[in-house]
C-alpha cells in the first residue's frame, strides 16, 4: 500500500505580502480654503458674466420693443375702424332679433340702461364679450387666446 | 358694453378705407422706417387717441396713419423689393419674435437702399421708445371735469407727492429689460 501525500496548500516562496490594514487616507485636493476661495470666484465670475448678459439682453429687448411701438398707431388706427364697424353690425343684429318683443329698446332693458351715470353718446369702452356677442361660438374660440404676435 | 340708439356710430362707408394689408413680419421689417416716414401722422393720431380717449373723435388722423403706411410700402415695393424680401426673410427664420440683433448684415442693406430711394434714414435702436414733444394744431381738450364730495378720503399731502418715487425708477442691474 502506497503512501501518497496530497500537495499541501503552502505560502508562495518568499511569504505572503503585508496586509493593508491601515485606512489609506485620500490626497486633499481641495482644502477648505482653496474650496471657498473657487466658490467665490465662481460667483464673482457668474455675476459679472450675467450681468454683461443682461445687458445684452435689455438692449435686444428695448430694440424690439422700439420696433412694436413705431407700429402701435397702424394697428391702433385698424383696429379702431374694425370694432366701429363691428359695434354697428352688432346693434343692428340686436334690433333684428329682437323686433317682436314688445317693450324692448336696443342697447337697454327693456328701457333700463346699463349705466345711470354715463353718459347717452358718451364712448365706455368695448369689451371683448360685446364685440364677439352675435358670432358663432367657434369664431370666439378662435380668437379668445390668439396670441399678438407683434 | 351693448349700445344704444342715441350712440352715435359712423356709417360703414365712413370706414371703409383701404387697409394695410401686411403681415407682422412686413410690420417688423420696416418697423422703423415706417415710423420715420409716417412719424408726424402718428404722433398727431396717437395724441388725439390719447388726450380725447374716442376713436371715434380720431377716424381722419387714424386715415391719414393709414394712407401713409400704404404710401410707404408702395414705395418700398418699388424701389426695394429685393433688400426688403432679404431682409424680411432673415428676421423670419433668425428668431421667434423677429428679434434684429441677427440681421445685422441684411438690415444694413435695406437701410441704404431705403436712404438711396426714400431718403428716410433708419433712427437709432430705442428712438421710439424715447418720449415725444409734438405740437399739434388740434385745440387742447378741456381737463375732465370730477363731482367733488364732502365726505371723501382726505388724500395725501402734497409734500409727500413731490416725494414719491415710481415703480420704474431705478432699474437693477441684473434687470434683463424684458417686457413682460
Given at each position: 500500500m502506497s ?6 496548500d503552502?505560502?508562495p516562496p518568499?511569504g505572503?505580502?503585508k ?13 477648505g480654503n ?13 455675476s ?10 435689455k438692449?435686444i429687448y428695448l430694440?424690439k ?9 397702424f394697428?391702433l388706427?385698424?383696429r379702431d ?5 363691428q ?10 332679433l329682437m ?6 329698446e336696443?342697447?337697454t332693458?327693456y328701457?333700463?340702461p346699463?349705466?345711470?351715470?354715463v ?14 356677442a352675435?358670432?358663432s361660438p367657434?369664431?370666439r374660440l ?9 | 358694453m351693448?349700445?344704444t ?5 359712423p356709417?360703414?362707408?365712413e370706414l371703409?378705407v383701404p387697409e394695410?394689408?401686411?403681415t407682422a ?6 418697423a422703423?422706417?415706417?415710423?420715420k416716414?409716417?412719424?408726424?401722422p ?6 388725439c387717441r390719447d388726450?380725447?380717449?374716442d376713436p371715434r373723435k380720431c377716424l ?9 403706411g400704404?404710401e410707404f410700402f ?13 431682409y ?5 427664420s433668425s428668431?421667434?419674435?423677429y428679434?434684429y440683433a441677427?440681421?445685422r448684415?441684411t438690415?444694413?442693406v435695406f437701410?441704404?437702399?431705403v436712404?438711396?430711394?426714400l431718403?428716410v434714414?433708419?433712427?437709432r ?12 394744431k388740434?385745440?387742447k381738450?378741456?381737463?375732465?371735469t370730477?363731482?367733488?364730495y ?5 388724500g395725501?399731502?402734497?409734500?409727500k407727492?413731490?416725494?414719491?418715487k ?10 434683463g429689460g424684458?417686457?413682460?
Open positions: 503512501t501518497v501525500t496530497p500537495p499541501q503552502l505560502p518568499g505572503f505580502g496586509v493593508q490594514y491601515e485606512k489609506v487616507p485620500h490626497k486633499v485636493v481641495f482644502n482653496r474650496l471657498s476661495v473657487a466658490i467665490i470666484a465662481s460667483y464673482v465670475v457668474g459679472v458674466a450675467y450681468y454683461f448678459s443682461c445687458q445684452r439682453m438692449k430694440e420693443r422700439s420696433g412694436r411701438i413705431a407700429v402701435q398707431p394697428l388706427a385698424e375702424r374694425q370694432v366701429l364697424k359695434m354697428r353690425k352688432n346693434r343692428d343684429a340686436e334690433e333684428n323686433k317682436d318683443v314688445p317693450g324692448w336696443v342697447g332693458l328701457g333700463t346699463v349705466y345711470n351715470t353718459g347717452e353718446n358718451e364712448w365706455i369702452g368695448y369689451d371683448y364679450d360685446s364685440y364677439y352675435h358670432t367657434a369664431d378662435e380668437y379668445q387666446d390668439a396670441f399678438l404676435y407683434l | 351693448v349700445v340708439k342715441q350712440f352715435q356710430l356709417t360703414e362707408e371703409t394695410l394689408n401686411v413680419a412686413a410690420y417688423a421689417t420696416g422703423f422706417h415706417l415710423g416716414y409716417c412719424e408726424e402718428c404722433k398727431e393720431f396717437m395724441l388726450e380725447l380717449n381722419a388722423e387714424g386715415k391719414q396713419v393709414t394712407a401713409c400704404i408702395k414705395k418700398v415695393k418699388k424701389s426695394c423689393l429685393a433688400e426688403f424680401t432679404q424680411q426673410k432673415c428676421l423670419i428668431s421667434a419674435d428679434q441677427p440681421c448684415k438690415q444694413n437701410d441704404e437702399c436712404k438711396a430711394h431718403g434714414e433708419r433712427p435702436p430705442y428712438y421710439y421708445c424715447e418720449p415725444k414733444i409734438h405740437d399739434s388740434r385745440p381738450p378741456p381737463p375732465a370730477y363731482p367733488k364732502d365726505d371723501a378720503t382726505p395725501l399731502p402734497a409734500e407727492l413731490k416725494d414719491a415710481t415703480t420704474y425708477e431705478g432699474q437693477g442691474i441684473f434687470d424684458r417686457p413682460y
